[in-house]
C-alpha cells in the first residue's frame, strides 16, 4: 500500500461522508441549496420535511396532502402501545427524550409498520398494471400471490377499534380533489379502493381502509418510497408521544405499570408446590 501524502489523506477523511442534503461552513447553513435564513419564516414545517426527503420545495397542493397525512396519525390514544410506553417510562424517572425513544422504538413492522407494507402492495399493484392494463385483474394476482406464500392479511385495511376509521373518508375526499386539480394523478387511490373491494367480495360486512391504509394512498401519490412512508408515519406519531409524556409529567406519578395493582395480571403457572426435601441429593446448590 503506497503512502499517502498529508493533502490525499484529508481529501479522504472528506470524502469519506458525502451529502446532498446539508451544507455548514462558517455562518452559512444551506438546506438542499437553500440558505436557512431565506427558508424561515417563509417555509413551513411540513415543506422542509418535504424538502429535506425530496432535494425540492413542494407545491402549497402538495404539501397541504401531506400535512393532512401527518396530522392524521398523530396520535391514538394511551392504549396505544407507542404512547402507552411513552407514559410508563415517565414515570419510572427517565428524561423526555428517553420516554420518547423508548416509545418510538416499539414501531415496529407490527405498531408502525403497515403503512409501509401496505405501500409495498400498492407498488406492486402498481408494477402487475403495468403488465396487464386491468386494475381488478392486476389485484387479483397480487393478492393471490400473498395468499400463495402464506400471507392472509392484507396491511391497511380492517381495524380492531373502529367499524369504519373516521379518518379514511376525509383523507379520500382531500386524495380525490387533489387528482382532480392535477396535483396527483389518483391512480393509488384507485388501488387503494380495488384492494378494499376485493378482500371484501362475498363477505357479509365490508373490510374498510384504515388510516394505514389511506395514509400509504398518499404517500405513494406524492412518489415516497415504503421506507420514507414509514418514517413520516414515525415523524407524526412523535408528536403524540412528546405530548402523552409531557403531559405524563405534568400529572406525576410514580413507577406507573401498565395496569393498576388493584386489576393485577393472570398467572397460569403451576399451582404453589414445595420444594423436594431431596433436594441437595439432586446436586442443585442448596
Known amino acids: 500500500m503506497s503512502e499517502q501524502s498529508a493533502e490525499e489523506l484529508v481529501d479522504e477523511a472528506r470524502r469519506w461522508w458525502q451529502t446532498d442534503i446539508i451544507d455548514v461552513q462558517p455562518g452559512e447553513i444551506a438546506l438542499r441549496g437553500y440558505p436557512i435564513e431565506e427558508l424561515l419564516g417563509r417555509v413551513g414545517f411540513v415543506e422542509t420535511i418535504w424538502l429535506m426527503l425530496r432535494g425540492e420545495l413542494p407545491s402549497a397542493a402538495e404539501a397541504r396532502l401531506l400535512e393532512a397525512a401527518l396530522v392524521a396519525s398523530v396520535d391514538h390514544g394511551p392504549q396505544a402501545p407507542s404512547i402507552a410506553i411513552a407514559r410508563m417510562a415517565t414515570t419510572c424517572g427517565v428524561p423526555i427524550n428517553a420516554a420518547m425513544a423508548s416509545a418510538i422504538n416499539v414501531l415496529g413492522d407490527v405498531h408502525g409498520g403497515p403503512g409501509q407494507q401496505c405501500m409495498e402492495v400498492y407498488l406492486e399493484i402498481d408494477d402487475e398494471l403495468e403488465r396487464t392494463g386491468d386494475l381488478d385483474e392486476a389485484t387479483r394476482r397480487v393478492l393471490q400471490r ?18 369504519l376509521d373516521p379518518r379514511t373518508p376525509r383523507l379520500l375526499s382531500l386524495v380525490d380533489a387533489a387528482a382532480a386539480a392535477g396535483t396527483v394523478d389518483g391512480r393509488f387511490a384507485a388501488i387503494g379502493r380495488a384492494v378494499e373491494d376485493a378482500i371484501s367480495a362475498g363477505r357479509a360486512k365490508r373490510i374498510p381502509m384504515n388510516v394505514d391504509g389511506v395514509t400509504a394512498v398518499i404517500y405513494c401519490e406524492l412518489g415516497l418510497t415504503p421506507e420514507l412512508g414509514r418514517g413520516v408515519f414515525i415523524l407524526a406519531r412523535s408528536v ?3 405530548a402523552h409524556a409531557a403531559e405524563q409529567l405534568a400529572q406525576g406519578g410514580r413507577i406507573k405499570g401498565p395496569l393498576p395493582k388493584s386489576i393485577g395480571y393472570t398467572y397460569t403457572g403451576p399451582a404453589r408446590r414445595s420444594v423436594p426435601l431431596d433436594l441437595d441429593e439432586r446436586g442443585t446448590p442448596s
Not at 400473498?146 to 392472509?152: I, K, P
Request: glycine share 20%.
Open 240 to 242: 403524540g408521544i412528546l
Open 146 to 163: 400473498r395468499r400463495e406464500a402464506g400471507v392472509a392479511y392484507v396491511p391497511g385495511f380492517g381495524h380492531r377499534f373502529h367499524p
